[in-house]
Structures are given as C-alpha cells and as structure tokens.
Nanobody, 124 residues
C-alpha cells in the first residue's frame, strides 16, 4: 500500500512557474512508476507525465513537452513536476499516482494509488 500526498499548488500568473511535489509512504518507492494527471472543471482527467521507478525513463503528453518536467528523488520518496510558462489552460487539480510496477504507463487505469490532488490556478 502506498499513500501519496501532493503539495506545491497555488495561484500563479500567466508565464509563471510552480513545482509540485508528491510525497510517498513506504520503503519501496523506487519499485513504483509514477505519474501526474490533471483534471479541470467540466473536463475529463488527463495524463500529464510519467516516470519509471528508476527515474531513467520519462514521458509527457505532447502538448506539454518543453514546459513541464517530471523527476523523482527515490532517496526522499518524492516525485516532482516542474511547470514553467504556465497558461490559464493549465489550471486544474493535479494528481499524482503510483502503479505496481516500475514501468511507466500513461493510462489512469494502470495506476493503483492516487493522491488527493493539489489545485493549480493560473491568472491571466
């Protein structure tokens, strides 16, 4: 069982940056591939980025490549999402998720554990 807690959300102006964190419980963090998802009001949840258990492999949804960076520190049981050049359309609740494998995937149903989410608001 893995418990996930996101932090780092907040209000930022268009063009600004935020770094989200996802702290995980447990001693086997490196065995879990992790992902970030987001859900805006009235929209379906969408995949943002994913990272393998080792951290050597990452993947991003095409529209966010170059602005968002996913990373992890297995010694700290923490995953991060660095978000730069934020746009109003990036506003959403951001969720971190973990799957029972070190291999990254991009579909939400492949993730077994979810955090409670952190709100990101981007003012225009």
């Amino acid at each position: 069982q893995v418990q996930l807690v996101e932090s780092g959300g907040g209000l930022v102006q268009t063009g600004g940056s935020l770094r989200l964190s996802c702290a995980a419980s447990g001693r086997t963090f490196s065995t879990y591939a992790m992902g970030w998802f987001r859900q805006a009001p009235g929209k379906e949840r969408e995949w943002v980025a994913a990272i393998s258990g080792s951290g050597r492999s990452t993947d991003y949804t095409d529209s966010l490549k170059g602005r968002f960076t996913i990373s992890r520190d297995n010694a700290k049981n923490t995953m991060y999402l660095q978000m730069n050049s934020l746009k109003p359309e990036d506003a959403a609740v951001y969720y971190c998720a973990a799957r029972n494998s070190g291999i990254l995937r991009i579909k939400d149903y492949e993730y077994a554990y979810w955090g409670q989410g952190t709100q990101v608001t981007v003012s225009s």
